[in-house]
């Protein structure tokens, strides 16, 4: 006797998270079922393995049916397949779109291409995430990264408004779109001690300071009146801005500015630190490193090459000096307000403007 | 020229790509009634069109408006070939016929294709001008309602009941004209649907013309049936039980005490201060026939049977199964008829129909057993028919009752609650019994004669008092057949099945005695037939009716009471029985008061019988009565019933079930509801083809199916699955590769319903905890006592700040609005305030890609998922809420995996009603807002 057939169907779309969750990592039914065997809902229930498999089997092919729907979320509220509550449909899609911290650090920055899914299987044997679920999650990616590519207005609202996410979730794609739209290089060995959510902290950043939607208003960056819908406003970078940014090189080629900064710098950290020594040597290799990062962003290239520069300009160094997080505020806080006590310097905004955005970044990078 | 139809397509969405060039489709619509069509515009380029269209105006007769539905379909234009059909809705008039009912359908409709499935949605509007006509010789009979509910409804008080109705029209199934040679897959499935569409509204035309007839207006428990007869044709059939409705509406019912025991509320339709002049049985069990070619023909009348208005009814039928208290007098038992015909090409269908012939012999045969347990009606009547190949079971069954003459003269009774136990009085002479059976005085009355056992097709009825809680009880069976040919092969399955019954019999019996029960109700008996085996299943539910007497216990006697081991084993099953019987009791809280003086005051012999009854009949009206008495008082267990013993012994804690409307002994539910359908088929292999090891196996799926169901629902516990139906078919054997092993298959299509309500002594403490429980979403406390955390308490934070964020992000465009479906008649903790109209509809899905949709059970969990969505369309449309009475009469699979393909036919029908909350009814208006709606919807799942 071999069951043939085997279906169950609700009213209301029945859902057991724990499955889904099965569903969404890529396991196999037999695999499921043993896993949730293992977990104890047998005894529970009184069940037998069959009966679990038969609903292993149902969840399943009910999820498989769901996903055409999950691809464009809005969708889900409008359709008449299935009665699935609201608090539902946001769980469902809440996990869909939900991804592997280590997983999306292998595609960071790569251009969301054919062939960089062809490799998703060595990425899958390196993370331990399973090729099913590394391709729904890079399906994701480029889905968000198609629909956004077309829609102008502010990136982090555009994602939340089409894919129904939550606003971490938003912000997390916003991130990842705003990667692979300026190809920023992750890869580099020296730069895997960084986590996703470094970068996606440093990719906030960015956009709110440093592309088109945040001109005008860089303090506020997400008040409604600044929305004037651009395209791209928040994928690239502002090019006067990168532009201008040339000007921030007197700092470093002027000798009595520089030795100015210096010497403002170390008269304010003078007994406030325990790195003041090496700080007072290095200062100005680290501030010729700082504003030549600056000046070379108009380059494409450089600007992929924008975190490698910053831990081996900066942070490498101080790292070898042994500062600690608390030096690294103090220098970079000093750093940059020292410069609007020089009176030749002229781009008090704009330093600000370059600074806010490196401090911060760097002060998320900053660490083992 | 009596009505004119109005119809406006508004936009589509979610249409599928049909250019792959552009990605796009260049839709327009075509809406088509009768022969007459109209054609949108192309919508160029969009899978969202938004067509606005005029109003298309139909001139219709209103005959046609009732046979015929309208018929929209989306196409896809294409300059240099033929136009794509996208798909097809189906819509049915029916419900604006009605003033009372819905004024207009309005809404979004899956679009249908028998191929893909449902490809986007369509808005349209129908609307519905209907002219007076006084025209006595109409063919027409609109405005005669239908219910598929099985009771008086709800907003509805019966001014009297006429009785029983039946029609049934006869064609040929398109599936077997020489034209589906030539044809593709998607014309002849269309085809088909189109004229089964066309079948049940002339059918619903016909009835409804016998009802006016009558002099009636309604027709509640409609029951409409399909027969598939492959060469031979299609039959649809129908009964109902005739009645002139008058629409009370909210004035009746005393709000305060509906809420949390729909026992109650059934009597609350029928207040005892607005006395219904209930004049049932006027002799109305007239029978004509009338089959149809061509689907033009007018009907043919007044065949057999007793004239339209004979004075006395002597047999009235009713397809009702619940009654006005006080309505039902006394019930003699369950009367039952099979018998086993040849079906042949129905060459002239314009002839005087064998078929309608076949059916009042059964018809007679029912009316001649309900006569013998001195009864005069037979009440909670239903009929089915088995079909394979040619040969076909056609079965009967009701339960035999005296109704009360003075109710139904003078339709009032001053005694506003009629005796909790009349109903269990033996209808029948005490000294002239019909068949051997143990009477003794009442126990609640201590006047009237009872039965020790009460076998019933109805529903518990209100007021009678029951002991402890009921369950769901199951007799199966298989038996193995000679494969054969013709006149012998029917012979061979006419002489099985008085012994199928039989040992259905007692299985029901040893299995109500296992749990100290001596009562079923809601008793249905099918009986399918296959080539080489037979399969019968009863299900029922077992209470403890209060009135009758204790059940005895199981006696285990051995065939050959020699050696000690042997007596050794009897002894330890004995003791097993004795305990399951203590464990049962304790279980559904069996504790009937210690009756200290045993008042056997009958002076029939210590024998004991149920009121089964009934005979099996080969073409003749042979009349076969089995004495199927022991001789002990106590019932028998021979060894081999082992088998029986180890059945059903699965008991999950806090699970209930029954068959029935409502869960005997359990009066306090919550809202919270969820309806499924699960199919299930099983091959089996040519090995175990024995009766014993086929009754095994058997027994193991029913068991399995409702173990997986426990599973599935375990989030709900406490819960009850109400209304539990089973079907059982055996599809037609196929022989897969040549000489090799033949398979079998049976399909268990169970259409079950899950309600949820709060267990134990239903203190309020109780209610309040559990219905936290329910609304997890709402309480983010992790206090459920009877799951593991891991199970399901941690998603529940989650979920709720989900549920905050997300109302606030939907798109504007309105979310579709929630349709709770259910078996039942009614809405646990609601009130229906308005019926809507019948839901009938009827859906073929054919695959030619069966691996790449999932396989059988990828395929067939879609078309369910789709009938869902394509009924709860239309009860949206219609501008209702929830659809009751809902069942799926026919679930009828058929594959071919080597060649990839499958095909499925699934009918189901229910009535689309409007309800709301019982504590907002006086505040809300009859629609709900999509808020409301969806925290319930929210409840019942997980």
């Known amino acids: 006797m071999s069951v043939e057939l085997d279906v169950f169907v609700g009213n209301t779309t029945i859902m057991d998270e724990e499955v889904y969750q099965f569903w969404l990592d890529g396991y196999t039914v037999n695999d499921a079922v043993k896993v949730r065997m293992e977990g104890g809902v047998l005894e529970e229930c009184e069940a037998s393995a069959e009966v679990l498999h038969s609903d292993t089997m149902d969840q399943y092919r009910t999820f498989q049916m769901c996903e055409r729907l999950l691809h464009s979320p809005a969708k889900l509220a409008n359709q008449l397949l299935f009665q699935i509550p609201p608090h539902r449909q946001a769980m469902l899609i809440e996990r869909y779109y939900a991804f592997d911290g280590v997983f999306v650090r292998e595609v960071l920055g790569k251009k969301l291409s054919k062939g960089t899914k062809k490799d998703l299987d060595d990425v899958s044997a390196k993370t331990g995430v399973t090729l099913k679920s590394c391709r729904r999650q890079f399906d994701n990616f480029k889905r968000v990264f198609k629909v956004v590519e077309e829609l102008k207005g502010p990136l982090v609202e555009n994602i939340r408004q089409h894919f129904l996410l939550s606003d971490q979730l938003a912000r997390n794609y916003a991130a990842i779109v705003f990667f692979a739209n300026n190809r920023f290089e992750t890869g580099k060995k020296k730069l895997h001690y960084l986590t996703f959510q470094d970068f996606a902290f440093c990719a906030g950043q960015l956009i709110s300071y440093w592309t088109v939607g945040a001109v005008g208003d860089n303090l506020s960056p997400q008040s409604p009146d600044v929305y004037n819908m651009v395209e791209d406003m928040d994928v690239d970078l502002e090019k006067q801005f990168l532009q201008d940014l040339k000007e921030l090189k007197i700092l470093i080629t002027d000798k009595d500015l520089l030795d100015q900064h210096k010497s403002l710098v170390c008269t304010a950290l003078r007994g406030k630190t325990k790195v003041f020594n090496e700080m007072e040597t290095n200062f100005k290799n680290l501030s010729r490193g700082l504003v030549n990062i600056a000046v070379k962003l108009t380059n494409t290239k450089d600007v992929r090459d924008f975190f490698i520069d910053l831990v081996e300009k900066f942070i490498e160094p101080c790292r070898s000096d042994k500062w600690t997080a608390g030096d690294m505020r103090l220098f970079l806080t000093h750093y940059t307000n020292s410069a609007h006590i020089l009176d030749t310097f002229k781009h008090q905004v704009l330093w600000d403007r370059y600074m806010g955005v490196i401090k911060s970044c760097i002060l998320k990078m900053y660490h083992d | ?942």
């Open chain 2, 1 to 942: 020229m009596p009505g004119k139809l109005k119809a406006k397509i508004v936009a589509g969405r979610h249409l599928p790509v049909m250019d792959r060039a552009s990605d796009l489709t260049d839709a327009f619509v075509e809406v088509k009634f009768g022969n007459t069509t109209f054609k949108t515009d192309v919508f160029p380029k969009s899978l969202n069109p938004q067509w606005n269209s005029e109003w298309f105006k139909f001139e219709v007769d209103d005959e046609d408006l009732q046979d015929e539905p309208l018929q929209i379909t989306v196409l896809d234009h294409d300059t240099y070939s033929a136009n794509d059909a996208i798909g097809k809705v189906y819509i049915d008039i029916d419900p604006l016929l009605c003033s009372e009912a819905a004024t207009r359908i309005c809404g979004w409709f899956p679009i249908y294709d028998t191929i893909h499935g449902i490809r986007g949605e369509i808005n349209v509007l129908v609307k519905v001008d209907l002219f007076n006509d006084l025209n006595s010789f109409r063919q027409s009979s609109c405005g005669v309602k239908f219910f598929c509910t099985t009771s008086i409804p709800r907003c509805y008080r019966a001014a009297l009941v006429h009785g029983f109705v039946e029609e049934l029209v006869v064609n040929e199934d398109p599936e077997y004209q020489w034209i589906d040679r030539i044809r593709t897959p998607r014309a002849s499935n269309e085809a088909r649907q189109r004229l089964i569409s066309l079948m049940s509204g002339e059918l619903q035309r016909k009835i409804g013309l016998k009802v006016l007839e009558m002099g009636g207006n309604a027709v509640v428990g409609y029951l409409q049936c399909f027969d598939l007869e492959g060469e031979s044709g299609l039959v649809v059939r129908a009964i109902g039980t005739a009645s002139p409705n008058t629409n009370t509406h909210s004035n009746t019912a005393p709000a305060s005490n509906a809420c949390n025991s729909p026992s109650k509320d059934s009597k609350e339709t029928l207040p005892s201060s607005s006395p219904p002049p209930f004049s049932p049985s006027k002799p109305c069990s007239r029978q004509s026939s009338s089959s149809d070619t061509d689907l033009s023909l007018t009907p043919k009348m007044g065949k057999t049977s007793p004239p339209p208005h004979a004075p006395h009814p002597e047999f009235p039928f009713f397809t009702l199964t619940c009654f006005p208290p006080g309505f039902l007098v006394h019930v003699g038992g369950v009367v039952s008829a099979r018998s086993v015909k040849l079906l042949d090409r129905i060459h002239n269908p314009d002839e005087p129909e064998t078929r309608d012939a076949w059916w009042e012999e059964i018809r007679q045969e029912i009316k001649s057993h309900a006569k013998a347990l001195g009864c005069h009606a037979v009440v909670g009547y239903s009929e089915s028919t088995s079909i394979c190949e040619e040969v076909c079971i056609l079965s009967a069954s009701g339960t035999a009752a005296m109704l009360n003459p003075r109710f139904m003269r003078e339709g009032c009774l001053d005694d506003a609650s009629p005796p909790s136990c009349g109903f269990c009085h033996i209808p029948y002479d005490e000294f002239n019994m019909p068949f051997p059976a143990q009477l003794t005085y009442c126990y609640r009355c201590r006047r009237q004669k009872v039965p020790d056992v009460l076998f019933t097709t109805i529903d518990l009825p209100a007021e009678a008092a029951v002991t402890g809680k009921g369950c769901l009880i199951q007799a199966r069976l298989c038996r193995t057949k000679k494969k054969a040919q013709g006149e012998v092969n029917a012979t061979a399955i006419s002489n099985l099945l008085p012994f199928m019954e039989y040992e259905l019999h007692t299985q029901l019996m040893n299995k109500l005695k296992l749990r100290s029960m001596n009562a079923l109700f809601g008793l249905r008996i099918q009986i399918s037939v296959g080539e080489n085996m037979l399969l019968g299943l009863a299900s029922a539910t077992g209470v403890y009716l209060s009135a009758l007497p204790a059940p005895g216990g199981i006696q285990v006697a051995g065939k050959t009471p020699s050696d000690l081991n042997y007596d050794q084993h009897i002894a330890t099953m004995q003791k097993r029985i004795n305990d399951t019987i203590t464990k049962n009791k304790e279980l559904y809280n069996i504790h009937p008061p210690e009756s200290t003086e045993e008042l056997v005051g009958s002076p029939i012999p210590d024998r004991q019988r149920s009121r089964l009854f009934r005979s099996t009949s080969e073409s003749s009206d042979e009349l076969l009565e089995l004495d199927l008495s022991h001789g002990k008082k106590d019932a028998f267990v021979l060894e081999r019933g082992s088998v029986t013993m180890s059945i059903n012994m699965f008991v999950s804690s806090g699970f209930y079930s029954c068959n029935t409307e409502v869960m005997p002994g359990i009066y306090n539910w919550t809202s919270g509801l969820q309806m499924f359908t699960s199919v299930r088929v099983y091959r089996l292999s040519n090995a175990n083809l024995t009766n014993q090891g086929l009754n095994k196996i058997f027994t193991e799926l029913c068991e399995n199916l409702l173990k997986s169901l426990y599973f599935k629902l375990r989030s709900m516990i406490p819960c009850c699955l109400c209304h539990v139906n089973f079907t059982v078919a055996v599809p037609e054997e196929e022989l897969i590769q040549m000489g090799a092993v033949r398979l079998n298959c049976v399909c268990v299509c169970g259409c079950v319903f899950v309600c949820l309500f709060v267990s134990g002594s239903g203190e309020n403490e109780d209610q309040l905890q559990f219905s936290m429980e329910l609304c997890a979403d709402s309480t983010p406390s992790n206090n459920q006592p009877t799951s593991k955390p891991s199970e399901r308490c941690s998603p529940l934070p989650e979920g709720r700040s989900r549920s905050l964020r997300s109302t606030r992000s939907m798109p504007c465009g309105a979310p579709v609005a929630v349709v709770k479906m259910t078996p039942l008649s009614f809405l646990p903790g609601t009130r229906i305030v308005k019926y809507l109209g019948i839901i009938n509809m009827f859906f073929i899905r054919e695959t030619t890609s069966l691996r790449e949709e999932g396989g059988v059970s990828g395929f067939l969990h879609c078309f369910i998922a789709e009938v869902f969505a394509m009924v709860r369309a239309h009860v949206a449309a219609l501008g209702g809420n929830a659809v009751v009475s809902y069942s799926m009469k026919e679930c009828v699979f058929m594959e071919n995996p080597n060649k990839n393909q499958a095909q499925c036919l699934i009918n189901v029908s229910g009535d689309a009603v409007i309800f709301v909350r019982e504590s907002e009814q006086e505040a809300t208006p009859p629609l709900m807002s999509s808020g409301q709606i969806s925290s319930t919807g929210a409840d019942g799942t997980t």
